[in-house]
């Protein structure tokens, strides 16, 4: 591979919550639905079965830990096969989406299905998610209390700015009690604009991510994303509340759509579906709860 990641995943989060990723209609609007099929692992990481036609698989990130569990677990199962595996360095998500849209790079693994969508409606891209991926929930932080039973009224309380993830702190804020949200909406899709009850007269500062770790103590409390925890070095165990994963915010493999049934694309998807990478989560998630696993990747497996 083109670069060494010399920071090991399982060692940073050991014995750690799981938090929350940064990242996140289609001119032809990406699907939320997973396959429930099993997928075809036969060829993970057996010699001799790469793709004729496509053997450099050039992928491009932005730091973060989805990028590292690629380049650790399994950029080797495709190199087994006869694949040479290139990292593109960039960085912030959008350039990388922008990479994979132009066809400088083949494949993200960045992104959930809500922030792919934002990106192709921005764009006017045809970026296509074609396998889930495992996925570390965003949760509520802070530096000035240890609770969220300490929650007062009039309450200051930093969200990220992105759409994709702006819908996603308040359906989290919602899941700790804070806030009602209008039932009548798409949770994908709320802005402040759809809270219609705010008891604690809680107010909301939406900000850029990256910025929100480092002024945390401005806040009483703030929605994090894992890969904003991650590269901030913050202990993800310190979560107060974690997200439940809901189907739009699942990461996921994403890859042009004219590379969807690529073979290339899908022995990603294979490598992401085999054994090797459930022994992997098995050994390294158990006991910790670092990943959310969604139960049909690994549909099929002992």
């Given amino acids: 591979m083109k670069k060494n990641i010399t920071i090991a995943l399982a060692t940073l989060f050991a014995a750690s919550l799981m938090t929350g990723s940064v990242f996140a209609e289609e001119t032809t609007e990406a699907s939320t639905e997973v396959s429930a099929a099993v997928v075809d ?18 992928f491009s990130k932005s730091w973060g830990p989805y990028s590292v569990l690629f380049e650790e677990q399994i950029a080797p199962l495709l190199e087994a096969q006869g694949y040479t595996v290139e990292g593109l360095d960039f ?14 790079a083949d ?38 209390h240890e609770s969220l039973d300490e929650i007062e009224d009039g309450a200051v309380v930093a969200v990220p700015d992105d759409a994709a993830n702006t819908a996603r702190a308040y359906a989290l ?10 039932p009548e909406k798409d949770l994908s899709t709320v802005t402040q604009a759809d809270i219609i009850e705010n008891p604690y007269n809680i107010e909301f500062l939406e900000i850029t991510s990256v910025n929100i770790p480092t002024t945390l103590d401005d806040f009483d409390y703030a929605v994090i994303t894992g890969s904003i925890v991650y590269n901030a070095n ?20 994403v890859v042009k759509e004219e590379n969807t049934d690529a073979q290339w694309a899908q022995d990603i998807v294979a490598a992401y579906h085999s054994q090797q990478l459930k ?10 709860g670092l990943w959310f696993v969604p139960e049909e ?3 099929g497996l002992e």
């Fill in 41 to 58: 692992t036969s060829n993970v990481g057996v010699e001799g079965t790469a793709d004729p036609d496509h053997t450099t698989i050039t």
């Fill in 91 to 104: 960085a912030d998500l959008q350039s990388a989406d922008i990479a994979v849209l132009d066809g400088e």
């Fill in 107 to 144: 494949v993200n693994v960045e992104q959930h299905t809500a922030y792919a969508n934002n990106f192709n409606e921005a764009q006017s891209g045809d970026l296509v998610p074609i396998s889930p991926i495992p996925t570390v929930p965003a949760g509520i932080f802070s530096a000035n």
């Fill in 173 to 182: 804020l919602q899941k700790a009690g804070w806030i009602t949200l209008d």
């Fill in 234 to 253: 913050m202990d993800p165990s310190t979560a107060l509340l974690q997200e439940d994963i809901l189907p739009h915010l699942l990461l996921q493999v």
């Fill in 279 to 288: 022994d992997y989560m098995d050994e390294t998630n158990n006991g910790n």
């Fill in 297 to 299: 990747l690994f549909a």
